[in-house]
């Protein structure tokens, strides 16, 4: 197997065959695979943001005025 790290926080990536495969690394998250860097990296935000704290990939909270 072939791990990788990814360019978003939280994201890392496994190469068991010939298809690479994108996952929440999080310390107690356990999530399915993605097939994209980017679909993880919405998850990690959606995690974060569920918990109460501020996304940090591509996620923005809205501003209200």
Request: proline share 3%.
């Amino acid at each position: 197997m072939n791990y990788a790290a990814s360019q978003y926080k939280h994201v890392a990536s496994i190469k068991p065959n010939d298809c690479r495969q994108w996952y929440v690394n999080m310390k107690g998250v356990s999530r399915s695979k993605f097939k994209t860097e980017r679909e993880a990296a919405i998850a990690v935000d959606k995690l974060l943001i569920g918990r109460g704290k501020e996304p940090v990939n591509i996620l923005t909270r809205a501003k209200r005025t």
